[in-house]
């Protein structure tokens, strides 16, 4: 449970944020997002970690910063940029330990992601009691590893309830 008296973090797994929500038809709202994660889990800063810079996504980085988000960068040498994918997740687990010991200004952590290769950070998180939510894009994209985890400890971003509060409003025509 988050209390509201307390300030928290979240990292986001851009990539995953992005194929989890586009595989299941919907789009989230950024501006939207960001004050979700500041009304229902007081997040004071929420970290949101992109695989590569490309000019052709500088209207998405922008976007991201004016909705409130740190926006981070992996980095790749020239050789390999536009050919690998995102693989954020050293980076997050990095940023993630590196608070934890370096800063005492925070609560608890939120993770936005379904990858399981955060099962380790996230079993210590709650080992520790510093675990806000793993907020998991949608069912289908959650790893299996987290079969175990407390549903306290965890939600559904594609639910109808919380698409209507993050997402932008259905196309007209759509279902």
Do not use: C
């Not at 997002?33 to 590569?52: C, I, M, P, Q, S």
């Amino acid at each position: 449970m988050i209390h509201m008296n307390t300030v928290n973090l979240a990292f986001i797994d851009g990539q995953n944020l992005h194929l989890g929500t586009m595989h299941n038809n919907w789009k989230i709202d950024y501006k939207k997002f960001r004050v979700y994660l500041r009304d229902k889990y007081n997040v004071a800063e929420a970290y949101y970690h992109l695989g590569y810079t490309d000019e052709t996504q500088q209207g998405l980085y922008n976007n991201l910063q004016k909705a409130g988000f740190i926006v981070m960068f992996r980095e790749h040498t020239s050789s390999l940029k536009g050919t690998k994918k995102g693989n954020v997740d050293t980076d997050i687990v990095f940023e993630a330990m590196k608070a934890l010991i370096e800063r005492s200004d925070f609560s608890k952590i939120v993770l936005v992601s379904g990858d399981g290769d955060y099962k380790k950070l996230v079993d210590y998180l709650v080992t520790i009691n510093r675990l806000g939510k793993i907020l998991f894009p949608n069912r289908q994209f959650a790893s299996s590893l987290y079969r175990n985890l407390e549903p306290a400890h965890f939600d559904y971003l594609n639910t109808a309830a919380i698409q209507a509060k993050i997402g932008y409003p259905p196309k007209k025509g759509s279902p």
